[in-house]
């Protein structure tokens, strides 16, 4: 049970750094290489692209501290 764990927060932090770094910031990051957050992008602005990267962010952090609560327990 643990090492399936432990190989689960490894694939969610990989995915988590993913996402972060998806983000845009001060200079886009790498959210701009990929068109995201665009004002003229044909995915209606960037918004509704922009809410659904936030929501699988904090849902992906919230799985990584509840697994890593479970890890510690174990």
């Given amino acids: ?3 399936i764990l ?5 694939f ?3 995915v988590l750094i993913f996402l972060v770094l998806l983000h ?3 200079d886009s ?4 290489a990929f068109g995201i957050g665009q004002a003229g992008s044909s995915l209606g602005g960037g918004s509704l692209v922009e809410r659904n ?3 699988w962010t904090i849902f992906f952090a ?5 697994n890593t609560i479970v890890l510690l327990k174990l």
């Fill in 53 to 55: 990267l936030d929501r």
């Fill in 29 to 32: 990051g790498l959210s701009g």
């Fill in 24 to 26: 845009s910031g001060k």
């Fill in 6 to 10: 432990s190989i689960l927060q490894v």
């Fill in 62 to 66: 919230v799985v990584f501290a509840l």
């Fill in 1 to 3: 049970m643990e090492l």
């Fill in 12 to 14: 969610i932090s990989i």
